[in-house]
């Protein structure tokens, strides 16, 4: 089975840019949560949704938003980088409530996000 | 608000030697723990968790960990270590996966293990 997948693996933007990144999860999880995770540090938390509604959100500012679609895939969207924002993000993806194995995040390789 | 606490960012063990990696947290209900992987350039791959019931857990790969209440902590051990265990652990904790909304896991800052022959 296909773990959790996400694209662009890499990219280099400026600041001031906009960046999109995409996220698939593992086949029958419909809960979908984004990670950053700063070079030499441990992941925090940005946003989980759940049957497409927003379930939870970190502390970053508004200019980090996201969606997830009818399939499950989901989208975190960057406005107006800031050289801060060079990071690892990290997607995870996790069985819906009531399955037994409910509470284990299966994450992706992440995508690799470079502000000059 | 919860946290997680690794005390050690760096350790050096040689091969063949056991391994005891820290995590402290603080959480103010029954925690969800967890301990991931790290490789260069990669994502986390889970470990071990604990849920509840047995207070040591086995996970993959030959680590285990043990939850004490008491001591708010849930320490990471392998008896025997291999060159290719060197990687970044990370100890983290969620909270009731009942309750959507509160699924988020707080994450340590990690500790890298390197290995020597």
């Known amino acids: 089975d296909a773990g959790v997948t996400q694209s662009p693996t890499h990219l280099i933007k400026t600041r001031g840019q906009h960046v999109t990144l995409r996220c698939s999860p593992i086949s029958g999880h419909k809960s979908v949560s984004w990670y950053q995770q700063v070079l030499g540090q441990g992941p925090q938390f940005i946003f989980q949704y759940y049957e497409k509604e927003e379930r939870g959100r970190g502390n970053f500012p508004d200019r980090f938003s996201a969606r997830q679609f009818p399939n499950y895939s989901s989208e975190l969207n960057v406005n107006a980088l800031l050289l801060g924002d060079s990071a690892l993000y990290l997607c995870a993806s996790r069985h819906s409530r009531g399955h037994p194995n409910t509470g284990e995040l299966f994450f992706g390789e992440g995508s690799r996000l470079t502000v000059l | 608000a919860q946290s997680v606490t690794q005390p050690d960012i760096h350790i050096t063990v040689s091969e063949g030697a056991s391994l005891e990696l820290r995590c402290n947290y603080s959480?103010?209900?029954?925690?969800?723990l967890f301990w991931y992987v790290q490789s260069p350039g990669q994502g986390l791959q889970l470990l071990l968790k604990?849920?509840?019931?047995?207070?040591l857990v086995q996970g993959i790969k030959g680590f285990e960990a043990e939850f004490k209440r008491s001591q708010s902590s849930f320490n990471l051990r392998k008896p025997s270590v291999h060159w290719s265990d060197a990687a970044e652990y990370f100890c983290?904790?969620?909270?009731?996966?009942?309750?959507?909304?509160?699924?988020?896991?707080?994450f340590g800052t990690g500790t890298r293990l390197t290995i020597i022959p």
């Open positions: 959480y103010g209900a029954t925690p969800y």
């Open positions: 983290a904790v969620g909270g009731t996966i009942s309750n959507f909304g509160n699924e988020k896991l707080t």
């Open positions: 604990y849920f509840s019931g047995d207070t």
